[in-house]
């Protein structure tokens, strides 16, 4: 019989499976994954708010540092306020291509097409906007440090793209700089910088995707091999 340590449980959410299962769900998983791509063409069709809940859901699982959950999803579909988020953000990319941009970012940009004109902000049905919290309020309205704040955001934001691509929705991360106007817009509080825009959808039917490809497996990974590989 174990001794309760307080605070602690027993471990009851995790699932083996059998060898063969395992290679399959493994393989699956970077399948589907692989098909993944990003979409800057949406469909003005409407996705029903349960789904994109869920894959909130999912995101809010992402690990996080000191297991503060640093995040906030703000899930806009309300026409006017995605019209006054497509304002501010091509007023930022105008100044972004026109004079921010050095020629080398303009130049690895080329092969993505993309410019200061971002029509999808207002075309597609959700826009998420993601806000990490530098830092947490407390009850007496006191600063409580987060930690590893980007890090944490960054993983849950990673859920979150997987959970709609699973689901069988299309997104872009989109990041106009500086992206202060969101907190105006939407309302957010001074210990929250807006860290993403994700734009949600169906894609057009005649969306295009960069001919563009990913790195082997042998490039991104390099091994130090000992006893506990079979
Ligand atoms: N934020 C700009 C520029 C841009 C930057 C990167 I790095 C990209 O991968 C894509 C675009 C824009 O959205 O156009």
Redesign the pocket.
């Known amino acids: 019989m174990e001794t309760k340590i307080p605070g602690f449980r027993a471990l009851q959410e995790y699932q083996e499976y059998p060898e063969a299962e395992m290679r399959r769900r493994a393989a699956d998983f970077a399948a589907e994954l692989a098909r993944r791509r990003t979409v800057r063409h949406f469909a003005e069709r409407p996705v029903s708010r349960e789904i994109i809940d869920d894959c909130l859901r999912a995101a809010g699982t992402a690990p996080s540092g000191a297991n503060r959950q640093p995040w906030h999803f703000v899930l806009v579909s309300d026409p006017d306020t995605k019209r006054r988020i497509r304002e501010g953000a091509e007023r930022e ?1 105008r100044q ?1 291509y026109a004079d921010r941009a050095p020629e080398e970012w303009l130049a690895a ?1 080329a092969p ?1 097409g ?3 004109n971002k029509p999808f902000l207002e075309a597609a049905p959700f826009l998420i906007a993601i806000f990490a919290q530098s830092y947490a309020i407390g009850p007496a309205g006191e600063r409580l440090k987060n930690y590893y704040v980007t890090e944490s955001v960054g993983i849950a934001t990673g859920f979150l793209i997987a959970a709609l691509h699973h689901a069988g929705l299309a997104s872009l991360t ?4 500086p992206m202060g106007f969101l907190n105006d817009i939407l309302g957010r509080p001074a210990n929250e910088r807006p860290f993403l825009l994700l734009v949600v959808g169906y894609p057009a039917d005649d969306a295009l995707v960069p001919e563009i490809g990913r790195k082997e497996l042998e490039e991104i990974v390099s091994r130090v091999e000992g006893e506990g590989c079979v």
Request: charged content about 25%.
């Open positions: 990319e972004f940009l993505l993309t410019d200061e989109h990041t106009p700089s």
